[in-house]
């Protein structure tokens, strides 16, 4: 077994923690495991505290020498300045997303958490709430509703109630209807749009119909799908080459936070320039000025599928279902590192060894370096 590394403390830090400590109101096993400290070193620091007080009520302890005299002109400024400051940094974290927000609570701060709070316009409620895990018999239905939405991607909720009622499960529509959302997946078929977008976000119409499609970084196209692990799950998202199928940029994350779409976005600029259009699904995550933002920077046409209306990307579609039958189902991640690993080899297979009958029995990445005339229609 490796030894701890020594780590040093700040003074303020030992302070906070002696302080606690003469306070009395938590036991010293208590602090030991708040403050990830070792409880001899936080008995030590205590006494360190008390002996210091003492001295200050010692001889001498009021003949210090006197502080120097306050420039009260050079004080207020100061405070002018400070409170700007503050006002354009309130303003910044207020102007964050939820989550940002409530990643910048500090529970360690001398600042309440209840003002913490406040300051940034969020719930006291949601800073306390530690959301539950989901149940394990909810992750073996998941699972399988994976699978069934594959197979058939045109049933809703009733259908897949009705299917896993055939195999045995007994579950209600709207239990499914949540699984589906915690998954991110929905029934696929042509419909009246009848949903409103989220507000201040921006529908894009669908710029690919009859579109002859012939070579590499013409069109892009994004989408994630939802990945079962043996403990939980994880989300999957790929940029793809629509002519060549080529993946350009992959991540795997825990949350379906706006960075992470953007990051894989960023990634594929990076590394293989850009495209004349852009491609996604209408999901708030694609909508939102994050995302559709770093598109107008580079100067790509945004195009959006229409609702429900799966052959609008159809590609991606195509390479979910490999992913998950040669791949994702044939393992059990016990790990996120462990599946970002496994993802990461079979989408090196794909670009390089797989072959593709749509591309003349070329792999992605014959056809993305080096491509040859051939046809791809939206």
Known sequence: MSRRTR??????????????????????AQLAEHFDVHPNQIMQWKSQLQEAAAEVFGPGGGNRPSEPAVDVKTLHAK?????????????RAQQSRPAERKAM????????????????????????????PVPSADLAIMRRLDRLHLEFPFAGSRML???????????????????MRRMGIEALYGRPRTTKPEPGHKIYPYLLRGMEITRPNQVWAMDITYIPMARGFVYLAVVLDWATRRVLSWRVSITMEAAFWVETLEDALARHGKPDIFNTDQGSQFTGAAFT??????????????????RDNVFVERLWRSVKYEEVYLRAYDTVSGARASIARYLDFYNGQRPHSSLDGNTPDQAYFNPLPFRAAA
Not at 108 to 118: G, N
Not at 295 to 307: E, F, T, V, W
């Open 79 to 91: 405070i002018g300045e400070l409170t700007l400051e503050n006002g354009f940094f309130r303003r």
């Open 105 to 132: 609570i500090d529970r360690e701060h001398d600042l309440p958490i209840a003002k913490q709070a406040k300051v940034l316009k969020i719930s006291r409620g949601s800073v306390y709430y530690l959301p539950r």
């Open 7 to 28: 780590r040093h403390h700040a003074p303020a830090f030992k302070a906070k923690v002696a302080l606690a400590a003469i306070k009395g109101e938590m036991t010293l």
């Open 161 to 179: 109630r009705d299917l896993l009622a055939a195999e045995g499960c007994k579950i209600g529509r709207r239990h499914v209807k949540t699984l």
């Open 293 to 310: 933002g770093a598109l107008a920077s580079h100067g790509i046409a945004i195009s959006m599928d229409g609702r429900g209306a799966w």
